[in-house]
């Protein structure tokens, strides 16, 4: 996705969010805080995990006030445990308070979805299984969400409805059949000019000779057994790249990793995560 892109959907974000949290003022901290004093916080982790979203925080601070010091002592991506001391952010006191509630936010739930990524990551080690997103994200926070996937390990699967096409149970039964789905989606793209990769999901094993039949660029095996799935992976046999997705867990996903797929999806990654501790305090 294009940088500037991404860039402008995090300002608009921050701003919406500085907009429903300070609405016309901070009147608590404007009341009791001086305009000029000056201050320090610390982020203080207190709890073990992986440390995301530092970036996205600097820039937090820097949109409210540009004067704001930010010194970073530990980078996303890294094991943090209780008692670690990410970054200290120097600056007008009144800044300091009315920017820290969105920061924690961000970097609660960022840390806490590239916890969670990374556990799945490492239970999938020595197999060739990757770990994919979906789009069951928070709304206005997806490219956040699925920047923390990415620090923690896994893959994105698609931002959104633009950057790839997926042809889902619903898209077929309405076209009428895999062939008209597929067929209209080559064409539209060739129309358009667009080099969009085209992933089918297939309900049974004649649905999966039809995609083949068609050929696409990723079949998804919906709600296949890791029986059923090890013998849809050798039925396509490299042709195409292979999905698992329809339910599958934590403590379900490695027989179908054995099974051979090249990715298997988790909307618990961004829909079910629970934030890491963490807080912001004078020092």
Not at 111 to 120: C, D, F, H, P, V
Request: aromatic share 6%.
């Amino acid at each position: 996705m294009d940088e500037k892109i991404v860039q402008d959907l995090i300002d608009r974000l921050i701003d919406l969010s500085f907009a429903e949290d300070i609405g016309d003022g901070d009147h608590t901290t404007l009341s009791s805080i001086p305009a000029d004093a000056m201050g320090k916080s610390k982020l203080l982790i207190k709890e073990e995990g992986i440390l995301a979203g530092i970036e996205i925080a600097k820039m937090v601070f820097h949109r409210f006030d540009p004067t704001m010091k930010v010194e970073v002592f530990i980078e996303d991506g890294t094991w943090v445990k209780p008692g670690d001391v990410a970054m200290v952010v120097e600056g007008k006191i009144q800044s300091l308070l009315q920017t820290e509630r969105l920061m924690l936010n961000i970097m609660q739930r960022m840390s806490g979805i590239a916890t969670m990524t990374n556990k799945y990551v490492k239970k999938l080690e020595g197999t060739k299984t990757r770990v994919l997103d979906t789009r069951k994200t928070t709304p206005g926070m997806r490219i956040l969400e699925k920047m923390a996937v990415k620090i923690g390990g896994g893959c994105n699967h698609r931002i959104g409805l633009f950057d790839m096409i997926l042809l889902k149970d619903n898209h077929v039964d309405f076209s009428g059949s895999i062939h008209n789905a597929v067929t209209r989606a080559k064409e539209y793209c060739k129309a358009k000019g667009k080099n969009l990769k085209i992933e089918l999901e297939v309900r049974n094993f004649d649905e999966l000779q039809q995609a083949l039949d068609e050929g696409v660029d990723r079949i998804m095996f919906d709600n296949f057994t890791p029986e059923d799935t090890k013998k849809a992976v050798e039925i396509v046999a490299g042709r195409c790249e292979t999905e698992s997705s329809g339910g599958i867990t934590y403590d379900t996903m490695l027989p179908y990793a054995q099974a051979g797929v090249d990715f298997i999806s988790f909307g618990a990654l961004t829909h079910s995560v629970k934030g890491m501790d963490m807080s912001f305090k004078a020092c």
